[in-house]
């Protein structure tokens, strides 16, 4: 189907005359390895039912480094299987020591509820109590005292460790006295000051753990980003060795960038990107091509929306079949779309950047964007929505009118060369770092001398001191 719909593409003029690029992405196979030695034969086992007899290259180094005390971050495409690169290892280690805990932060509930239920399914068919919880606002009170006291693995986000965990720490003695491991999922999203008050939150739980006694391996996943190991590092404040060499198989895809033709020549207008996003988005839909369109804001989403309905409303069933989603549904409504996505149920689905990260939704035939998402990382990232392990892909890039999108789409060239953009992060910023220090002095008294992520912090202690926000007594 994808095959007639680019051959249309190039011999129909109103498409073929607005397409400014055109890149072919070739098919890559997979390289595996065999299950390495220290893999508990009962995952062993699990693994063979759901049909892997190999992991892939990326996903075995991954266990072999967990397993020798390093600590690691990922860094592969989108649908590469980076999720067996830490639930393994974590798995494994609390099989063989099942008073071990893990910690998993993920930045958005979605996909902490996905984590949860991959998790608890793997943990019935092991036939073993490995107890997964997530923890964040929606938890019930009743049920948070369990989750202290029992839970192998928690699953929750960089705010409520900030505000919900390190600063009643005392009730989650257990958990820290065992940490062995903590995973950080979607590494590329903590950048700038988001990125740089989760250092410092990082650098909080490291000084719990150990006044507590443990010292946790962290297991760090990105999408593709210029700086994966010196940005972990930062997040981190430790080293990390990168699993960078992705061994999972990709079907072959084409890539196009549109420029919707000018309709006014004099003013240099040129039609709406978004009718020509649903123009392009309807080819794909009506051949029943399962497609994701992505747009950056909601108010666009919903007019696209109602612009594709209205459309199909003469075939009743396709109606059905196109959704919307964004951040402002209800959990229950989300999980629906994701679940139905996932059984090819819904054929086309509008979506703000919610999509972008590593919500479970399967893989997508096709994917139309309208605008630059604004940033190279974020546009290859929507990109690799497209794409089953064998099948041909279709990803098109409609611009708008900004100067930005005029320039990238007759620029591509730009895009190709310049690759991933840098996440960067500055913890050390006066501002954050003295927000973050009075926390951990509520947390724990600083010691005479003692260090916050590495360096002396003497002076703004005394700083903190002399405006009266701390007390010192006895050097503490």
Same mark, same amino acid.
């Given at each position: 189907?994808?095959?007639?719909?680019?051959?249309?593409?190039?011999?129909?003029?109103?498409?073929?005359?607005?397409?400014?690029?055109?890149?072919?992405?070739?098919?890559?196979?997979?390289?595996?390895?065999?299950?390495?030695?220290?893999?508990?034969?009962?995952?062993?086992? +699990?693994?063979?039912?759901?049909?892997?007899?190999?992991?892939?290259?990326?996903?075995?180094?991954?266990? /072999?480094?967990?397993?020798?005390?390093?600590?690691?971050?990922?860094?592969?495409?989108?649908?590469? =299987?980076?999720?067996?690169?830490?639930?393994?290892?974590?798995?494994?280690?609390?099989?063989?020591?099942?008073?071990?805990?893990?910690?998993?932060?993920?930045?958005?509930?979605?996909?902490?509820?996905?984590?949860?239920?991959?998790?608890?399914?793997?943990?019935?068919?092991?036939?073993?109590?490995?107890?997964?919880?997530?923890?964040?606002?929606?938890?019930?009170?009743?049920?948070?005292?369990?989750?202290?006291?029992?839970?192998?693995?928690?699953?929750?986000?960089?705010?409520? +460790?900030?505000?919900?965990?390190?600063?009643?720490?005392?009730?989650?003695?257990?958990?820290?006295?065992?940490?062995?491991?903590?995973?950080?999922?979607?590494?590329?999203?903590?950048?700038?000051?988001?990125?740089?008050?989760?250092?410092?939150?990082?650098?909080?739980?490291?000084?719990?753990?150990?006044?507590? =006694?443990?010292?946790?391996?962290?297991?760090?996943?990105?999408?593709?980003?210029?700086?994966?190991?010196?940005?972990?590092?930062?997040?981190?404040?430790?080293?990390?060795?990168?699993?960078?060499?992705?061994?999972?198989?990709?079907?072959?895809?084409?890539?196009?960038?549109?420029?919707?033709?000018?309709?006014?020549?004099?003013?240099?207008?040129?039609?709406?990107?978004?009718? /020509?996003?649903?123009?392009?988005?309807?080819?794909?839909?009506?051949?029943?091509?399962?497609?994701?369109?992505?747009?950056?804001?909601?108010?666009?989403?919903?007019?696209?929306?109602?612009?594709?309905?209205?459309?199909?409303?003469?075939? =009743?069933?396709?109606?059905?079949?196109?959704?919307?989603?964004?951040?402002?549904?209800?959990?229950?409504?989300?999980?629906?779309?994701?679940? /139905?996505?996932?059984?090819?149920?819904?054929?086309?689905?509008?979506?703000?950047?919610?999509?972008?990260?590593?919500?479970?939704?399967?893989?997508?035939?096709?994917?139309?964007?309208?605008?630059?998402?604004?940033?190279?990382?974020?546009?290859?990232?929507?990109?690799?929505?497209?794409?089953?392990?064998?099948?041909?892909?279709?990803?098109?890039?409609?611009?708008?009118?900004?100067?930005?999108?005029?320039?990238?789409?007759?620029?591509?060239?730009?895009?190709?060369?310049?690759?991933?953009?840098?996440?960067?992060?500055?913890?050390?910023?006066?501002?954050?770092?003295?927000?973050?220090?009075?926390?951990?002095?509520?947390?724990?008294?600083?010691?005479?001398?003692?260090?916050?992520?590495?360096?002396?912090?003497?002076?703004?202690?005394?700083?903190?001191?002399?405006?009266?926000? +701390?007390?010192?007594? /006895?050097?503490?």
């Amino acid at each position: 189907m994808i095959e007639q719909v680019l051959a249309e593409f190039r011999s129909r003029r109103e498409f073929a005359d607005n397409i400014t690029f055109w890149h072919s992405i070739p098919a890559k196979p997979a390289v595996y390895e065999p299950f390495p030695e220290g893999l508990n034969p009962k995952l062993g086992e +699990l693994l063979q039912a759901e049909g892997i007899a190999q992991l892939y290259t990326h996903q075995a180094q991954a266990f /072999e480094l967990v397993s020798a005390g390093h600590d690691i971050v990922v860094v592969t495409p989108t649908a590469s =299987g980076k999720t067996l690169c830490y639930n393994l290892p974590v798995l494994n280690h609390i099989l063989e020591h099942p008073e071990s805990r893990a910690l998993y932060l993920f930045p958005t509930k979605a996909l902490a509820q996905d984590q949860v239920a991959e998790l608890m399914s793997w943990g019935e068919r092991l036939g073993e109590t490995i107890k997964t919880y997530t923890y964040d606002g929606d938890t019930a009170a009743d049920a948070r005292q369990a989750i202290r006291s029992a839970g192998n693995i928690v699953v929750t986000n960089p705010d409520m +460790l900030h505000s919900g965990i390190l600063p009643h720490h005392t009730k989650w003695m257990r958990l820290f006295e065992n940490l062995t491991f903590v995973v950080i999922d979607e590494l590329h999203t903590y950048r700038g000051v988001f990125g740089s008050h989760v250092a410092n939150v990082i650098r909080r739980l490291q000084r719990i753990c150990s006044f507590y =006694g443990s010292q946790p391996i962290f297991i760090c996943a990105s999408a593709t980003i210029a700086n994966p190991g010196e940005h972990s590092a930062r997040l981190i404040g430790r080293p990390v060795q990168v699993v960078d060499q992705n061994g999972a198989p990709s079907g072959p895809k084409e890539v196009l960038f549109y420029n919707p033709p000018v309709v006014n020549r004099s003013l240099g207008i040129r039609r709406s990107s978004l009718l /020509e996003t649903r123009r392009i988005a309807e080819e794909l839909i009506r051949r029943q091509i399962q497609t994701i369109i992505f747009t950056r804001g909601r108010v666009d989403l919903e007019v696209l929306l109602s612009y594709l309905r209205r459309s199909f409303q003469r075939l =009743g069933d396709l109606t059905e079949k196109i959704r919307g989603y964004r951040g402002g549904y209800l959990p229950k409504q989300r999980r629906a779309i994701e679940r /139905e996505l996932r059984e090819g149920k819904v054929l086309g689905v509008v979506s703000t950047n919610a999509l972008e990260l590593g919500v479970d939704i399967g893989s997508l035939q096709a994917v139309v964007i309208n605008g630059y998402p604004g940033t190279i990382a974020s546009l290859w990232q929507q990109i690799g929505r497209a794409g089953r392990k064998h099948e041909l892909a279709l990803a098109v890039l409609v611009g708008n009118s900004s100067p930005l999108n005029q320039y990238l789409v007759n620029n591509p060239e730009f895009i190709l060369e310049q690759g991933a953009e840098k996440a960067l992060i500055d913890p050390d910023n006066i501002y954050i770092l003295l927000s973050h220090l009075k926390c951990a002095a509520f947390e724990l008294p600083f010691k005479a001398g003692e260090q916050f992520g590495g360096r002396n912090v003497a002076e703004y202690l005394d700083f903190l001191v002399e405006q009266q926000v +701390l007390r010192l007594v /006895e050097q503490r």
